[in-house]
Nanobody
């Protein structure tokens, strides 16, 4: 049973920054990928950033250049640093951990609200 717990969300003004954390109950290197997704009201869940076991990263075009996904293996934690936040970044952010040929694991989500 894998558990993921997100934290770090909150209310921030446009142009501000947040660092989201995803603490896992398992070795993060036991997953093929770990990622951050977000879901805004009335919208589909979308990928924000992803990191593979080998360290390769991928970002949505909408956050590229102002977001960084990183990890702390000793703490089994993945982070999403978001800078220059925009109102369009407002969403519930979810952590995802995935192993090949298996269903992914999801955290409960953390709310990010960016005001104008």
């Amino acid at each position: 049973q894998v558990q993921l717990v997100e934290s770090g969300g909150g209310l921030v003004q446009a142009g501000g920054s947040l660092r989201l954390s995803c603490a896992t109950s398992s070795n993060i290197f036991s997953f093929d990928t770990m990622a951050w997704y977000r879901q805004a009201p009335g919208k589909q869940r979308e990928l924000v950033a992803l990191i593979t076991r080998g360290g390769t990263t991928n970002y949505a075009d909408s956050v590229k250049g102002r977001s960084t996904i990183s990890r702390d293996s000793a703490k089994n934690t993945v982070f999403l640093q978001m800078n220059s936040l925009k109102p369009e970044d407002t969403a519930v952010y979810y952590c995802n951990a995935q192993r090949w040929t298996a269903e992914g694991y999801w955290g409960q989500g953390t709310q990010v609200t960016v005001s104008s």
